[in-house]
């Protein structure tokens, strides 16, 4: 996966699992007959539901099956349907493809997702399958949407996305029935025509090959079975030899043997895709093999010159030759692995390359993938930084000229790093590149997407750091993922899954004797029950990474726990326990000289001897707060703690002196403002 080169994926490419919105696409190149079926899948989104009473709205969305075998052209016919209706659904045509490469069905959790992010709902993080089911039919229920689900594996996997609004439509795609989907409508389609045959062969051959010799044509077409994808390659095939007639290729093909374990509707394509791959230059055919590893079936040219171990340049070529061929279709910058010829090109690497030799190409992808995320980071970083002298070293091809080029790169590639990041771990050879990759991709999503945007994704890194170290016994890096983890349930409202997480942290930090994870996984645990507002459990856990604090000097860790075992003292109301936490904090910042944090300590330490009922204690400790925050530079808070003396003068009967210390605090936030508005405008000039 390089960075972007001037072109950039157009709106119809989708990756597995992804969803894409785009406009009713245009027509295709090599879609040609299917009248019948196209009339047919009219005639289905017009007719009233089969349990609608007449008269009545249908309280589903219409849904229409297209089954066959893969190479059939079932997508081809799902997107034609979708170009001539999809004006009628106005927010939007939506491809989901529902099934890997390799042939797993994509979790509903991952589709969901993306589906969701098109309509630019936020999801959140760790959000189980009937949480986000859920939502989806929540965004599509006031929406007219058209969701194509491609390749679809199962009913399930269908029926967890069907919106309950009859202005959407549903149009599936799969090997066989759904069963289980109430009203249904399929449409089993198998080869072309003859007709329709020879015309896509003729997109390549022009017609003069045809014309010359048309029972030749006819012939190929019936080798061939009809299957476009067959016709497809043979056709790309005649395209780049144009001297050699329609006759002489039919011939050829007739001997080369079917693969009898295949399906019968199965073999014409397989047969076409060995005769175009037998033709192939043996780095080149090496190198479609080891394509079968492209993560999300998506391939650049760094992509293929990493796995084959070849110059970025003689990638580039093979790739285009592969193209002209129509064993790849080009997306933008990148070029797309047809999901029909994906298990083909996985069986000929299982059979022809050797497992040392397919694990070193996967090594090589990976490698590649860790240094363009450091480079997609780095770039966001000052001038002069480590990171960006770093860049500096690293070869021209993986470097990106800006940091808006880095995001865009990490925004298109994005499926298929996160792929990349499952299938390195789910490997289980390669885990320390898997760690390395993993991390990489962490740091590149919150450096351009902020960890908040890009928690969701976060979620699923940090739970396949957790899977690695669980399996490789690293207890250091198995507290880190789980702290991780829970900080995102924490955020999301999941305070008792939080909680499970931190203390399985503190479990895993103790047998790693890291006490930094074992100080932070206590820290937490208090901070979940201090959530939950049981205030003694609170106290107690903060009291134990205190101590450990204590016990290792670390004092900016000690003044902080001082002043949250202060707020959770004062919420249970033990003032007294509470003001000499707070005490405590306020003489640690001293310590430390840091005049905001003593300030802040002794505004809380005020608060405390107010809630106590001693004003007048309050009010000399609030004043020497504000003088704390005055030597700190920090305005806000020395406006807000006039406020404060202001509001106690006045419960002590001065309003006059509570007038003069409002009149400061507006004074200061009106001084404030004004070095804002010049800051500002002298980093715009």
Known sequence: M????????????????????????????????????????????????????????????????????????????????????????????????????????????????????????????????????????????DRRVLLLLDDAHDAEQVDLLLPENPDCLVVAVARGPLTGIPDIRPCTIGGLDTKSAIELLGTFTGSVRITVDPQAAESLAEECGGQPVALCLVGGWLETHPRISVADVTKRLRTV?????????????????????????????????????????????????????????????????????????????????????????????????????????????????????????????????????????LPRSVRFPTAEAAADWLSSRRPALLASARLAVADGGLDTLARRLVSALVRALAAHRGTDAAAPDLYGLHQLVLGVAERQGLHREEAAALLNIGDLDARTGRTHDALARYRSALDAGKAANDHYATGRAMES?????????????????????????????????????????????????????????????????????????????????????????????????????VEWARLAGDVPLQAELELRLADTLERLGDPTAARLHRKASERLLATDSSAYEIRSASAED
């Open 525 to 625: 645990v208090g901070a979940a029950y201090q959530e939950l507002q049981d205030w003694h459990r609170a106290s107690d856990w903060y009291g134990r990474a205190l101590a450990q604090r204590l016990s290792r000097g670390e004092r900016a860790d000690e003044a902080r726990l001082y002043g949250r075992l202060g707020t959770v003292l004062t919420c249970a109301g033990h003032y007294g326990e509470a003001l000499r936490h707070w005490r405590a904090a306020a003489a640690g910042f001293r310590r430390l000289r840091d005049h905001g944090g003593q300030a802040r300590a002794l505004s809380e330490a005020a608060g405390v001897q107010e809630y106590a009922g001693r004003p007048e204690e309050s009010l000399h400790t609030c004043q020497e707060a």
């Open 257 to 393: 043997p079917e693969e009898d374990a295949l399906p019968r509707d199965a073999r014409p394509s397989a047969r076409a895709f060995r005769f175009v791959y037998e033709g192939l230059p043996p780095t080149t055919a090496a190198m479609l093999r080891l394509l079968a590893l492209a993560p999300a079936g998506f391939a650049d040219a760094h992509t293929a010159s990493a796995l084959a171990g070849c110059s970025v340049a003689d990638a580039e070529a093979a790739l285009d030759d592969l193209a002209a061929l129509n064993m790849l279709r080009p997306a933008g910058d990148q070029f797309e692995i047809p999901g029909s010829l994906a298990p083909l090109m996985h069986a000929l690497m299982e059979a022809h390359d050797r497992p040392a030799e397919v694990q070193l190409a996967r090594a090589r992808m990976l490698e590649r993938t860790v240094r363009l995320l450091q480079s997609c980071r780095a770039v966001t970083e000052p001038e002069g930084s480590p990171a960006r002298t770093r860049l500096a070293t």
């Open 2 to 141: 390089a960075p972007p080169a001037a072109r950039t994926p157009p709106a119809t490419a989708t990756a597995t699992g992804a969803t894409t919105r785009s406009a009713p696409p245009s027509p295709a190149r090599w879609f040609f007959g299917r009248q019948r079926e196209l009339k047919a899948l009219h005639s289905d989104i017009e007719r009233a539901g089969l349990n609608t009473i007449a008269g009545r709205r249908a309280a589903h969305t219409r849904v229409l099956l297209i089954t066959g075998q893969r190479g059939a052209g079932r997508t081809a016919l799902a997107r034609e349907l979708a170009r001539q209706v999809g004006r009628r659904y106005p927010d939007g045509v939506l491809h989901i493809r529902l099934t890997e490469p390799g042939g797993e069905p994509v979790p509903v959790e991952r589709t969901a997702r993306d589906l969701l992010g098109e309509f630019g709902i936020p999801v959140p993080p760790g959000a189980g399958e009937d949480e986000l089911s859920e939502m989806v039919r929540a965004a599509l229920a």
